[in-house]
């Protein structure tokens, strides 16, 4: 089944402690994405990635850092986080630059104390 | 830049109503655009899109979606809404001025069924 997983699904954490969540897709696609959800402002994208190695910032990277070393994997980093940073973020992925579907994760909802 | 408005974040209609959620957009180039369900804790599932060619697009479980170019919008629409129809729905534009591959969401809009 074609899919994009995210773990964990729900997370509690402490100010400071440094955290990730893993992403993974199935379907070869080229481009990927993590995107946070809050009430009132829809989702805004944190970082991109268009291939292995090539990440760039989305609107509301600070605080944030991603990986992609592998094309099925885009881990994202929270290396200090804090109570802003609680929300509910998605990964996303697209087949190529001229493909626009995106398919979504379940979500992971973090929670920063 | 792109922007999307969706216009009133609760809807609440009566089981077996119209069903109609509007979305506007602001594009400089002809926009692809998208609207997505969310049930409760569950990921963004697309339920149609537009990108060239029919205006009316029909989607998953029975909702459609008219793009018209002369008012910037993109509503949602379904003829008879069922409870299963209760979630969270997001219009969309793909952001295709930039490399970023990004999709720019409304703000969403929370549709409640009455029995």
């Known amino acids: 089944e074609a899919q994009v997983t995210q773990n964990p699904r729900y997370l509690i954490t402490v100010t400071g402690k440094k955290l990730t969540v893993t992403c993974s897709q199935n379907m070869n696609h080229e481009y990927m994405s993590w995107y946070r959800q809050d009430p009132g402002l829809g989702l805004r994208q944190i970082y991109y990635s268009m291939n292995v190695e090539v990440t760039d910032k989305g609107d509301v990277p600070e605080g944030y850092k991603v990986s992609r070393k592998e094309k099925r994997n885009f881990p994202l980093i929270l290396e200090s986080p804090s109570p802003n940073q609680t929300s509910l973020y998605f990964c996303?992925?697209?087949?190529?630059?001229?493909?626009?579907?995106?398919?979504f994760g379940p979500g992971t909802r973090l929670t920063v104390t | 830049a792109q922007s999307v408005t969706q216009l009133g974040s609760h809807v609440s209609v009566s089981e077996g109503a119209l069903v109609l959620l509007r979305c506007n957009y602001s594009s400089s180039v002809p926009p692809y655009l998208f609207w997505y369900v969310q049930y409760p804790n569950q990921g963004l599932q697309l339920l149609l899109k537009y990108t060239t060619g029919a205006t009316l697009v029909k989607g998953i479980n029975g909702f459609e979606a008219e793009f018209k170019k002369s008012e910037t919008s993109f509503h949602l629409t379904k003829p008879s809404a069922h409870m299963s129809d209760a979630a969270e729905y997001f219009c969309?534009?793909?952001?295709?001025?930039?490399?970023?591959?990004?999709?720019?969401f409304g703000q969403g809009t929370t549709l409640q069924v009455k029995p």
């Open positions: 996303a992925s697209r087949g190529g630059q001229f493909t626009y579907e995106q398919y």
């Open positions: 969309a534009v793909s952001d295709l001025g930039s490399n970023t591959g990004k999709l720019i």
